[in-house]
């Protein structure tokens, strides 16, 4: 079992930054993967970003790449996505998740935080 929690998530207006975190508890496996998943009202949850737990390796919506940075801190077991010039349309819940696999789809990943609430205002 992995737990996840979010934190970070608010209101900001357009051009400003965020700095979402998760917190990671449980049992991690050294081959997880973390990544962050958004949803618009309206919309399905569309991947963000992700790292490997063990490795530098990162991912990110083409869309997104420049804006936002995905880091972690083992340390402290701890996922962070920075959010750059931030946009209206960035606007959702945003998610940490956890899987022992990898990739963008959501159904590949097995566990999910409760979510954060980013609003950005025009």
């Known amino acids: 079992q992995v737990q996840l929690v979010e934190s970070g998530g608010g209101l900001v207006q357009a051009g400003g930054s965020l700095k979402l975190s998760c917190a990671v508890s449980?049992?991690?496996?050294?081959?997880?993967?973390m990544a962050w998943f958004r949803q618009a009202p309206g919309k399905e949850r569309e991947f963000v970003a992700a790292?490997?737990?063990?490795?530098?390796?990162?991912d990110y919506a083409g869309s997104l790449k420049g804006r936002f940075t995905i880091s972690r801190d083992n340390t402290k077991n701890m996922v962070y996505l920075q959010m750059d010039s931030l946009k209206p349309e960035d606007t959702a819940v945003y998610f940490c998740?956890?899987?022992?696999?990898?990739?963008?789809?959501?159904?590949?990943?097995?566990?999910w935080g409760q979510g954060t609430q980013v609003t950005v205002s025009s």
């Open positions: 449980g049992r991690i496996l050294w081959r997880q993967t």
């Open positions: 998740a956890s899987t022992s696999s990898s990739g963008v789809v959501s159904r590949n990943y097995d566990y």
């Open positions: 790292i490997s737990w063990s490795g530098p390796r990162t």
